[in-house]
C-alpha cells in the first residue's frame, strides 16, 4: 500500500512538473481560433483583428477557423471538446451565452465547459432608421405607435432574440404596440428589409449597420447604451430619453475547461495588451464597438448575471405566451 502511494506521488508530481513547463513553453506551434460566426462579419473582423495583433506578441500564428451553425453553438462546442492544452481557443456572444443554453439547443453544452480568457467588447444594441423616415427621434417613433398600434414594422433578429427582447421592453415602458418581424440570420436581412421598405425601423448595433451609415442610407435614432458610443457619439442614448433599457452582444474568448491556469493567463495578458493597443483601438473607434475588458476572473459572474437576469424574463414571456 505505501508503494503504491509513493508511486501514486511520483506520477502526480511528473504530472505537474509538465504541467508547469508545458505553461512555461507556451506556445511551441500556431493557436487555432474558432470563431462562431461567419466570414465577414462583424464579428469574424473584429476577432480576426485583435488576433492578428495578438499573435505578433504571442510569437506564433492565431489562424481563424469558421465554424456556423447552432446559433453559435456549434462553434463554441467545439472549443468545449477540444484538447485543453492552449491550442484550440474560441469566442461566445450573446446567443452563445443565452440562446443556446436556454433553449437547450447542443446536448452537452455547458458554461462549465470552458476557462474563461477574457471578455473584449460591448456592442450595444440600436433603433435604425432610413435616413429620409419621418421620425426624426424616439418620441417621434413613440408617438406615431400609440396612434397606429401594430403598424409600425420593426425587424428583429429572431423571436426571442436580444434584439426582440429589447423592443418587448420598450413596448412595455412606453405603453405601445409594434409589428415585430423576425429575420433569422443576423443583422444582412435586416438591412435589406429596411433598404426595400418592407420594414420601417431595424434593432441590431450601429456596428452592424456602419456602412449604411456611412452611406447615408440610415441613421441610428436611439441607442440602447449606458454611455456614448466612441464612433456615433451623436446618437442619442435611450436611458436620456426616459427609457433605461441597456442591451447588446459582446465577444468573450475562452479555452475549454482544463488549461493549464498559466496558459489561460498568458492569453489573457496578451489578448489585454492586443486590445489596449494603439492600432486596436484605431481600428475599432471606426466600427461602431466599445472595447469592454474583463479578466478571466471577471468573466463567470458577468455569465451568470446576464444568465440570471435574461432566463428569468424569457420565462415570463413564455408564461405570458410571448415567446413559445
Known amino acids: 500500500m505505501k508503494m503504491l502511494n509513493y508511486t501514486s506521488a511520483l506520477v502526480t508530481a511528473a504530472l505537474l512538473i509538465s504541467g508547469a513547463a508545458l505553461a512555461e513553453d507556451y506556445p511551441t506551434k500556431d493557436v487555432r481560433m474558432v470563431v462562431n460566426a461567419g466570414a465577414g462579419g462583424g464579428t469574424d473582423g473584429i476577432v480576426r483583428k485583435l488576433s492578428s495583433i495578438a499573435e505578433k506578441d504571442l510569437g506564433h500564428t492565431i489562424y481563424i477557423e469558421n465554424v456556423e451553425g447552432g446559433a453559435s453553438g456549434k462553434g463554441t462546442y467545439q472549443v468545449m471538446t477540444a484538447r485543453p492544452d492552449g491550442y484550440t481557443i474560441g469566442n461566445l456572444t450573446y446567443d ?67 434584439t426582440h427582447l429589447d423592443m418587448l421592453r420598450l413596448q412595455d415602458m412606453a405603453d405601445v404596440e409594434f409589428n415585430l418581424i423576425a429575420y433569422a440570420g443576423g443583422a ?30 440610415v441613421r441610428g435614432l436611439v441607442e440602447f447604451s449606458g454611455t456614448p458610443n466612441p464612433t456615433y457619439s451623436d446618437v442619442p442614448l435611450a436611458k436620456d430619453q426616459g427609457y433605461d433599457i441597456q442591451a447588446g452582444s459582446y465577444i468573450i474568448l475562452a479555452a475549454p475547461q482544463g488549461t493549464p491556469d498559466d ?7 496578451t489578448f489585454h495588451k492586443a486590445l489596449d493597443s494603439e492600432e486596436f483601438q484605431k481600428w475599432v473607434s471606426k466600427v461602431g464597438v466599445t472595447p469592454g475588458w474583463l479578466g478571466p476572473d471577471e468573466v463567470g459572474g458577468f455569465v451568470e ?20
Open 188 to 217: 444582412a436581412p435586416q438591412k435589406e428589409a429596411i433598404l426595400n421598405g418592407e420594414v420601417e425601423v431595424a434593432v441590431t448595433s450601429l456596428g452592424d449597420f456602419s456602412n449604411l451609415i456611412e452611406e447615408g442610407d
Open 96 to 162: 452563445s451565452v443565452i440562446t443556446v443554453p436556454y433553449q437547450k439547443l447542443l446536448p452537452g453544452y455547458e458554461m462549465s465547459k470552458l476557462a474563461w480568457i477574457g471578455r473584449v467588447t460591448l456592442e450595444p444594441d440600436a433603433i435604425v432608421v432610413a435616413a429620409d423616415s419621418e421620425y426624426k427621434t424616439l418620441e417621434d417613433l413613440i408617438a406615431a405607435a400609440k396612434e397606429n398600434p401594430g403598424e409600425i414594422r420593426v425587424a428583429v433578429q429572431n423571436s426571442g432574440s436580444r
Open 263 to 269: 496558459i489561460v493567463n498568458k492569453l489573457a495578458d
Open 305 to 324: 448575471e446576464q444568465q440570471n437576469k435574461l432566463f428569468t424574463q424569457m420565462d415570463d414571456l413564455k408564461k405570458q405566451g410571448i415567446l413559445k
